[in-house]
Structures are given as C-alpha cells and as structure tokens.
C-alpha cells in the first residue's frame, strides 16, 4: 500500500481529500495541517508522495520542497503541488514529471489527482 | 486809319491745333474719298497718297474693305447732316487698337452737306486701364470670397472647400484645369492633392498623381528655386526641356503655368493652371492674382495640417489617458483576483471533493441523489471557470507563436463551434480569402477568441439568423509605417448592443448576459489577447439588426 502525506493548512479540504483518495485507491494517507511541523512529520511517516499546498502561513509549500529535495534521504520523494493562485494553464506547464513535481490548481478534480499520482508511482518503481 | 493788325492769324492758329493734336482728322465727301488729313493721321497711315483721293473704308482698313463700314459715323453724317460717334477695335500688327471716331458735318451755305469731318481718337490705353482695373475688382473679389469661403470650414471640409475655390478661379481665367501638388518630406515628388477641371476636359490617363522630380531636371530647378514658371505654349520649350515638353505633350496640355505655393520661405508645393485648348498669355494682373491664390490655398492647407496634428495629438493623448486607466486597472485586477483565487477555490475544493466523495459511496442506483450531486459539481466548476478567467485575464500572457494560415484556424474554429454549439436555425455562412493569409500568432489563444466572437453571435440569435465570416487583407495606408494586415470580419443578424453598452463592452465583468451564466470576461480577454498580437478588435452594431466584429492581425 502506497502512502501518501497530505500537507496543506486548509483543515476541511485535507480531510475532504483523504477520504476521497482512500475511497479510490489502495492508499494509506496522513495529514499535516501545520506546515511548521511538514518536515518532521515526512521524517517520520516516509511516505511515498507527498500533496503540498504552495500558499500557507508561517512555511511556505515551497520552502518545505526545497527542503526535502535538499536533503538525499528525501530528495526523491514525488511531489504533487496544490496551489490556488495559477491557471489551470499555468500548472500545465510548471509540471515536470521526470523532475519529480506535478502542479494541480484548485479545485482538484479526483481523477486527474489519482492519474497524477499513479503515474509517479510507476515512474519511481517501474 | 491805321489798320490794326491781326496780333495772331485766327486761321493759323486752328492750323496749329488741327496738326498739333493727339486725335487723328480726316475729310472725306459724300463718296467716301478722303480729301485731307492732319499730321496724326499721316502719321498713323504714312503710306496715304490724298493726291488720289483713296476711299477711306479701302485704306483705313487692313485687309481693305470692300464697303463701308458697318459701323461707319460718316456715312450717317453724310446722310443726316447730324454729329454721329463710334467706337472701333482694329487689329494693328500684333494687338488691337481701340480707337473711338466722332464725325460731323460739313455744309455749304444752303445747308447742303458736301463732307464730313471724321476725328478718331485711339483709346486703347484708355481701354486697356479699364480692363485691368475691372480685371482687378473682379478678381479682389474673387479673392475675398474664396479667403473669406475658407473661414468657417473644418479641417475634413478645406479639400472640398479648396476643389471649389479651384473650379472659381479656373472658370474665372478662361483655363481648363487646377491643379495642387505638395511636395513630398524629402522632396523629391510631388503628389496630388486637389484638381479641379472644366466639364468636358477628360482626366488624361497620363496625368500622374505623383511627379517624380528627378525626372525632370528642368522642372526640378525652376521649381526649386521658387520661380513661377509660366509656359504659354508647350512647343516653344527648347532643348533643355525635352522631357517635360513631351511629357506636357502627352498630357495633351497646350499650355500651363505652374506657381510656386511657399510657406515661410520654404516650398510647399505647386499651384498648376493648364489650358487644353488655347495659347495662355498671362499679364502681369493675372500672375499677382495667381500669387494671391497660392497664398491662399498655403495657408488653409496650412491650417489643415495644425489642425490635424493637433486632433492626432489629442487622440494619441487620449488614447493613453485610455491605456493607462486600463492598465491601472489590470494592476489592480491582478492583485485582487490572487487574492479571490486562493479564497474562493480553496472552499470549492472542497465542495467538489465532497461531491466526488459522496459520488463514489454512495449507492449507484440512487438517481435523484446522483442527480442533486451532478447538479452541485457543474455549479462548482461554473464558479471555478470564473476564477480561472479572472486570473487569466490578469496575467501577462506568454504567446506561444506559430505561423499558420488564418482560414485554417477559422475552419478549426468554426468546426468547434458546430461540434459545441447547437446550431438550429442558424446558418453559417464564410468569405475566405482566396489568398493564404499567413499569421505569426498563438494558434490557441487565437482560437479562444475566435471561438468567444462566434459563440456571442450565436448567442445573440436565439430565433435563428445567420452569421457570415469573411476574411480579407489590407494594406496600411498610413505613409510612415507600411504594413500588411488581415481582416476577419464576423457579422450576425442578431439583437445587437446598445451604444450604452457599446461602450463598455470591452470592461472587465461587464456583461449583458448575467442571467445567462455570463462572467463579463469573454470579450475583455479576446481583445486582451488581440492586443498582445498587435492587432485591434472593433464592434460595430445596431439594435435589433446586429453585430459586426472585427479582428485586425498584422501578416506575417
């Protein structure tokens, strides 16, 4: 079972989320709503992919990638970014699926999600 | 008694007067025979033998006449007895002379006329003062009319005002043809700019709109060095001015004047007079009243062009008070729609997460709840598209630019438009240019505001109508900037806009269609697009008859 850490300060969407993602696929998922904590709490759940929201208070969704990808026990880690503020066009051309990152504008819909995320998933382990 | 003598000889003294004046005398009897003639006379006619008695209608007269004048004043003296008076013009040489004849009788003591005496008096510089002065009233007048016709017309009515002011002073002065050429900024042509010629003359075929002076060194110098150049008859130019007299010639122009139009001391253009038909002799009153003209037309084209260069300014100030307001007012769209972005999507992530996630547990044969949760998902993403428009149109665009012939991304476009749109009733109807018209743009923004145009006229038919679809070229006119443009014009025969709304048709969220799921952002993202492409977008409707767009992209 492939696991999956939601980091994102939006408390009602995560929780939205989760349930959508287990409802569909084979996933274990785990929240982190303090983006402060984001770091930590990839230490210790290890998760497969990560979903990060760009826009939070107090640790940007950026910063903490650039942290992750800093770092080698992490840096390989796909990442699926969450973000509000971009076209859906815009997103399009930021993802990078070789480089490890995938940008979605909100509001998601499931199924582009869970395609983007099966799709890592099979890239990192053929 | 001393007899007093005379002091002077009354006899002498007529002798004296008679051969002494300025006024031509002569006798001549009943058989028009010229008996005598005083020393004016002899001076007029020095080849008169009056040893012969010569018939004075046979030797006054150049050719001689055969009979007596018609106009003669002593033969009705010699009839009547009574004083009679004419007045003459005889050609002498190359001119004619004017003279004025008063004749009176002379009779013999019963009272019989037996001679007339006949005095002729040469008027003719008289006449010709007369003329030149009735010459000049007639053209001061002329003069004050078209200066004072010029007062009160706008900047778009002076060619018109000065094509009639031509039309006066050509008809005035008997000539076929006026003409205005400015000279060119650089010089080196002269162009154009009005004529006006009598019915009956035909524009000659070969009469150019441009005179290219390097061709006509002759022209060229006498042009240049602001002299008027006055050519009375074509085919007496020498050697030095072949090329002009055949190309006068070709022109079938007989003979022209051309006058300097000088503007601060520097050359503007020429004022041009041609005649067809006749030999033109121009006095010196004639060439001040061509000067006086040509000051005319330099001055009201003068003021034309300072009027005009002042409206542009005022346009082109305008035009950026314009884009200024709108690109403060993107600035502030796209500050605010960031914000609204993350605000508003954030809870419709949520929304549509929810559905999803009911969608899927739910039980597959509940219908009606499916059916509420469909309904729920279609007005989020209704919602979503707003967002999504709003941040589009506040974002600098990246074109992705292709070249690709204009009618081919129409056809895509149109085939989307039939595949999206239910088209009942409405006909479509295209013009394409039988040209390639190649475009150097982002074929899919491009196609989003083709699509956006077509969709809105579409929408403006709800009983049907027809849009038409035409595509053509055009060729910027403007002298400082030569560029090659295409046209696609989409016209339907819908309900139209109102001028209020004309207005603003192009403002962010402005939107006539609110009840009808319109977000307002449609037409301001196609022109947003248009302009990034440097190309413009015009609408042009009427209430209740329709619509008419179109979208101006430079060729590639």
């Known amino acids: 079972m492939k696991k999956i850490l939601i980091i994102d300060d939006e408390e009602d969407f995560c929780f939205v989320l989760q349930r959508n993602l287990e409802a569909v696929g084979d996933f274990e998922t785990e929240v982190c709503i303090d983006s402060t904590k984001a770091i930590d709490k990839v230490n210790s759940f290890r998760p497969d ?63 582009i999600l869970v395609k983007a995320i099966n799709k890592f998933l099979t890239e990192q382990n053929p | 008694m001393f007899k007093k003598k005379k002091i002077i000889d009354s006899e002498e003294i007529n002798k004296n007067i008679i051969d002494n004046i300025r006024i031509g005398i002569s006798v001549i009897n009943p058989s028009m025979q010229i008996l005598t003639l005083n020393r004016q006379m002899q001076q007029w006619f020095p080849n008169i033998d009056i040893s012969k008695r010569p018939i004075c209608y046979e030797v006054f007269n150049e050719p001689a006449g055969k009979k007596v004048c018609s106009y003669c004043p002593v033969f009705l003296t010699l009839q009547d007895g009574q004083v009679h008076e004419a007045i003459t013009n005889t050609p002498r040489g190359d001119e004619v002379r004017h003279y004025r004849l008063i004749s009176s009788p002379l009779k013999d003591k019963k009272g019989n006329v037996i001679a007339a005496i006949e005095m002729v008096d040469d008027i003719t510089s008289r006449i ?35 094509n009639k002011a031509l039309e006066t002073v050509v008809k005035f002065l008997g000539v076929d043809r006026g003409l205005i050429f400015l000279l060119s900024i650089d010089g080196k042509r002269l162009e154009l700019n009005n004529c006006w010629q009598a019915t009956g003359i035909e524009l000659h075929s070969s009469l150019p709109k441009t005179i290219f002076l390097g061709a006509f060194p002759w022209l060229n110098s006498k042009i240049n060095s602001q002299e008027i150049i006055n050519i009375s008859d074509i085919s007496t130019l020498g050697i030095e001015a072949e090329t002009e007299k055949l190309e006068f010639q070709s022109q079938s122009i007989k003979s022209l004047i051309y006058i300097p139009m000088v503007s601060g001391g520097v050359l503007v253009g020429v004022l041009r007079f041609d005649s067809i038909h006749d030999i033109k002799i121009w006095t010196n009153e004639q060439i001040r009243l061509f000067r006086m003209i040509s000051g005319i037309f330099v001055n009201v084209l003068e003021r034309k062009r300072a009027e005009e260069e002042l409206k542009n300014a005022y346009l082109a100030l305008q035009r950026t008070q314009k884009e200024l307001i709108q690109t403060e007012k993107l600035a502030a769209i796209g500050r605010f729609s960031s914000g609204v972005a993350h605000e508003v999507r954030n809870p419709l992530g949520i929304i549509l997460g929810g559905i999803e996630y009911l969608d899927k547990i739910l039980p597959s044969k509940d219908e009606k709840i499916k059916e509420v949760l469909e309904k729920i998902k279609i007005s989020t993403l209704r919602a979503e598209n707003i967002v999504e428009g709003l941040l589009r149109f506040s974002r600098p665009s990246e074109l992705k630019k292709t070249r690709l012939k204009l009618n081919e991304l129409i056809q895509e476009v149109l085939s989307l438009v039939t595949y999206r749109a239910p088209l009942q009733k409405i006909k479509l109807q295209t013009e394409f240019s039988s040209d390639d018209l190649f475009i150097e743009v982002d ?76 977000t307002g952002l449609g037409l301001s993202i196609c022109k947003k697009i248009i302009d990034d492409h440097n190309g413009t977008i015009t609408i042009e409707s009427e209430k209740d008859k329709g619509t008419i767009v179109k979208v101006l992209l430079p060729l590639a």
Request: proline share 3%; glycine share 6%.
């Open chain 2, 128 to 162: 010709q003062m007369e003329e030149e002065l009735i010459f000049r009233i007639q053209a001061d007048r002329m003069v004050d009319s078209i200066s004072s016709g010029f007062i009160n017309l706008s900047s778009e009515q002076i060619d018109n005002g000065i």
């Open chain 2, 443 to 518: 074929r899919s923004q491009i196609q989003q505001v083709f699509f956006n145009i077509l969709i809105n006229a579409i929408e403006s038919m709800p009983n049907g109508g027809i849009v038409s679809i035409k595509t053509y070229q055009i060729d910027n006119l403007d002298v400082s900037q030569t560029s090659q443009n295409c046209v696609t014009e989409i016209k339907d025969t819908g309900i139209g806009i109102s001028k209020d709304d004309l207005k603003r048709i192009f403002e962010p969220f402005f939107t006539t269609k609110r009840d009808r799921k319109g």
């Open chain 1, 49 to 111: 992919l990560i979903i990060l929201d760009v826009m939070m208070p107090e640790v940007s969704g950026s910063d903490i990638a650039s942290e992750l990808k800093s770092r080698e026990d992490t840096k390989n880690i796909p990442i699926v970014f969450l973000t509000a503020i971009i076209t859906n066009d815009e997103a399009e051309k930021r993802s990078n699926i070789v480089g490890g990152q995938y940008f979605l504008a909100k509001p998601i819909e499931i199924e």
